[in-house]
DNA sequence: CCATATTAGTTGCTTGTGCAACTATTGTCA
DNA sequence: TGACAATAGTTGCACAAGCAACTAATATGG
């Protein structure tokens, strides 16, 4: 095989995971602020809330998989989120190691509060993206996601 | 102002923030495990090395900079680093609050040892673009970087 | 039906990160 | 020059996250 440059460079600012992990951080970092400051809602807090929204009686098992979140930090996360009754939890009946989780009426009102901050903060980037580019952001994200998937757990 | 449906969801797996963070994670997840298992150097290790090969002689404060890292960590990465004879570091003798850093010679091998597995992994990734697609990429996240800037410390 | 494996969720512990306070050095300006 | 501000870097501290070990409940296979 041919031998490679010895100046083998690879500048840090062009190192697409570190390019992401920048762009993720600056977006996640200013919003995660926004729930904290004016909500006291840190961000895994708010992302349960809005898989209860979406998927009331959850168990913390399907949170833990529509949120990628680690199992520990649910638990945690639910155990602060009951404590403020803004989310009800209850044991399956059915099966009791589960639990079956939904927002309360408060849960549900904070979730209105907060909801239109985050879509406002959204709303923010997007607009800086014609519709075709948002289409087009959409699938690489799909495509890079789907490498990352291919090549889990050898 | 018109009335919002009260339905208003929005879907946490829609999120942009929320799908960035993903990507970011699983791509970055995966490599940090490489660089900790293989060469047990960490990931603010590992970009404060880079920075230092492409800018030898840098003080602190330009590897913070440079890496986005914050200041106390690169001290501590630079401890980790230097006692283990990776990076040489010297007060400068023009401002003596200043550190001269660079990678020892060690350093360097290292450096060329992850060098090759950091380019081969992000390949991977951009092995499933097209070449216009890894540009655009770029240029998308370069606007909603740009973004993101317009709006910190209000 | 019993022994064992598996699953849901909790808790202990280690580690990494970020903020703030601190030290040491240099810059500024009256 | 001399008091005060600013800067480089370190350290203490608090907190969040992940892993592993644990409990409790249910599923499975002989």
Redesign the pocket.
Known sequence: MARKSLHNILKLENFLPYRLSLLSNLMSGAIARTYEDKFGI???EWRIMMILAEYPDS???AVCQRTR????????A??RLTKRRLVDRKTDPA?????VLRLTETGMSVYADVLPVAIDYEQQFLAALSDEEITRLNQLIEKLMAVSHGMEKP
Chains 1, 2 share one sequence.
């Not at 099966?95 to 639990?99: M, T």
């Open positions: 840190s961000m895994p168990a913390a098992e979140i680690e199992k520990s930090v649910v638990s945690r639910l155990s099966d009791r190691r589960r639990s």
